[in-house]
């Protein structure tokens, strides 16, 4: 859809720049008919060619394309596939867009007036514009950005529904009339209007701004497109970089006191390990819910022995507490900074054991996923003390905990594959989870994660590229359609005695505002969008990716600086001719 919307709008443009040529045909007598019959066979032809090319050039790439994702996917074999349906497939959407094209293109070219293309587009410009509309499109965005800020888990999926259309509202009215408010400031800063040759400058974007409003608009929504591509990609990308320290464990099985199952299911995951050769470590919990007297939550309850045994397997430090101490579990990296320096005086209501809990285990030992955020390490003596369980309808007052430490854990991803699969059936037959045990193979996980990463960052990457380009394309599109009245411009202005230094400096102001203004909001749109992102990803998935993003936006802005100075170049080019 994108690319049939990027081909009409090119074609669109190279129709108006050739406005004077059009008018010259009817001028000699072309009837309109035939004007149109020779746009519709120029749009065909062209059709035809482009196609055919994209086609023959895609199908070489393809080879290479089949090539990165074999390794990225880690495949031993993605064969090339050869057949005559896509090639037809690809050809008929393509010929259906340009035809599209050239009809509409027919019927645009009747209304054509012979002195309106002579003329070429009008000079004046009004500078009325709705104040209402413009105010409105401030508060719009405004809306969408506190929106933004105030995003939790809980309110994503409502204002993932109201954020793009109040801030796409809110950015059409920016450019269509908030903009006004902005260059009049300037105009009324005398000391800066009146400057050299300046006053030019910001006429001539009252002209380019109130011409190519919904041209920089498409600009914007487009830009904010990339972005937020790239905001996946990074997301995916510092996720799949976490996930070893997130998911220390390789294997989990957790179950219930009275699982039928548990002999049969630890035993099953421990012959398949030794059958594959596969050296571990398993320690089995007992965990105890109880009842903070200090929040009143349910808290999960670890015995020092054993989180003692699982750190040895880890080459981790023991820990040693005294009667009446406790320890955090943390479940993330900010987690760890936040509960450093919290001390919670608390009593285990069911058991009336008091505790003090001071301070946190400095590395990440449980995945997030098994265990509760509100999870702590006792001493033997108290954790002996807990003899009355939690007693709370619908909710399990302990389990047991099965943790397998695999050095290798990503090669052991077959493991368990029989146990992994009830599991996932009774999460897609049944809207409650109704089993007495849960089974994790971290490995299996991560090869998931790593394949849907790997897959969104090649059609990512491919995405966000053409959405760069055609940013960049719209601008230079309009820019080649008003070339003429360009030239006819600077050819005044150097017969007043404008220096080439001086058209130089005018075109860069000309320039830039239309470039860098849609990259600009385009940016600011997407760091508050980033700003939503980020507060779900750290709940969630206790991600951060603010190194990521700053990157990316750098990344951009270079390129985008890059692009801005090779267009300016052919732009200048093209003035000069």
Known sequence: LFSWFFIFYSMKAFLEARSKEFAILLHLGMEKQQLGKLVFLETMIIGALSSVSGILFGFVFSKVFLMIVREFLDLEELPLYVS??????????????????????????????????????????SERYSKRRAILGFVLIGIGYIFCVITTKTTLFTFTLLIPIVVTFGTFYFFTDSVFILINL?????????????????????????????????????????????????????????????????????????????????????????????SYHVTRFQVIKQTSLETSNEVEVFRETDVNRMLFSYGLPLIRLDSG????????????????NKTVNTVLMENNIPITIDR????????????????????????????????????????????????????????GLSIQ????????KNTHYSLPFYFENTGLNYSYILAMYSLFTIVGVLVVIVFLLAAGSFIYFKLYANLERERQQFA???????????????ITRHLAPQFFLPWGIALLHSAFAFVALQSVLKDVMNVMIVKEMIVAFCVFTCVQILYFYMIRWRYIAHVKD
Not at 95 to 114: E, K, R, W
Not at 421 to 428: F, G, N, P, R, S
Request: proline letters at 5%; aromatic letters at 12%; glycine letters at 4%.
């Open 84 to 125: 005559w349906e896509p090639f037809l497939l690809t050809f008929a959407v393509y010929m259906g867009a340009f035809m599209v094209i050239a009809i509409g293109s027919v019927m645009y070219t009747p209304n054509l007036q012979l002195n309106a293309l002579l003329k070429g587009r009008p000079v004046g410009v």
């Open 492 to 506: 005044v202005l150097k017969r007043m005695g404008l220096t080439e230094a001086e058209q130089k400096r005018l």
């Open 325 to 340: 101490k406790g320890m955090f579990i943390p479940y993330s990296e900010e987690s760890i900074k936040t509960l450093k």
């Open 186 to 278: 300037l105009k009324r800063q005398k000391s800066f209007y009146w400057h050299k040759a300046r006053m030019l400058s910001v006429a001539e974007q009252m002209y380019t701004m109130r011409q190519n409003a919904k041209m920089f608009f498409v600009v914007t929504i487009v830009s904010v497109l990339a972005f937020l591509c790239v905001v996946l990609l990074a997301a995916l990308s510092s996720y799949t970089a976490q996930y070893d320290k997130l998911n220390p464990l390789g294997i989990v099985y957790k179950g219930h006191i009275d699982n039928p199952y548990e002999t049969e299911h630890v035993l099953s995951i421990m012959t398949e390990l030794e059958e594959q050769g596969f």
């Open 421 to 428: 699969q009830i599991v996932a059936q009774e999460y897609v």
């Open 360 to 415: 946190v285990y400095p590395e990440i030992i449980f995945p997030t996923s098994i265990i509760s955020r509100n999870s702590i390490i006792i001493s033997d003596e108290d954790f002996k003390l807990l003899t009355k369980p939690l007693d709370v309808p619908g909710e399990v007052p302990s389990y047991h905990l099965f943790a397998f430490d695999i050095p290798h854990w990503i090669e052991a991803k077959d493991i």
